[in-house]
């Protein structure tokens, strides 16, 4: 997890219910709904959270990060192959 995770997470989490609450303003007048401010989309997002948060976590630990070291070994072997390429193409041009 990087530094600049956390910054763009904490944006998501207010940024969700902002667009819940802008999604639920244009459909609430279809339906005969009264539409609804932004403390009750935010409130909705913090339950999210609290239920996804622990499940997110048992999921890793249950993992062992092994999703991470793929993709980190995915990249490695994407480096090793770009540089044996270049190496490679030097090679036959001279």
Same mark, same amino acid.
């Not at 009264?34 to 935010?42: A, E, Q, S």
């Given at each position: 997890m990087t530094y600049?995770?956390?910054?763009?997470?904490?944006?998501?989490?207010?940024?969700?219910?902002?667009?819940?609450m802008m999604f639920w303003g244009?459909?609430?007048p279809e339906f005969d709904m009264k539409t609804i401010g932004y403390p009750l989309p935010m409130l909705a997002t913090i $339950?999210?959270? !609290?239920v996804i948060a622990p499940l997110a976590g048992a999921t890793a630990k249950?993992?062992?990060? /092994? $999703?991470?070291? !793929?993709?980190?070994?995915?990249?490695?072997?994407?480096?090793?192959?770009?540089?044996?390429? /270049?190496?490679?193409?030097?090679?036959h041009a001279t």
């Amino acid at each position: 997890m990087t530094y600049s995770a956390i910054p763009r997470g904490t944006a998501g989490f207010f940024f969700s219910p902002w667009l819940t609450m802008m999604f639920w303003g244009v459909i609430a007048p279809e339906f005969d709904m009264k539409t609804i401010g932004y403390p009750l989309p935010m409130l909705a997002t913090i $339950a999210v959270w !609290l239920v996804i948060a622990p499940l997110a976590g048992a999921t890793a630990k249950q993992t062992g990060g /092994r $999703a991470s070291a !793929l993709a980190e070994r995915r990249c490695l072997q994407a480096r090793r192959s770009s540089r044996t390429d /270049r190496e490679g193409s030097t090679r036959h041009a001279t």
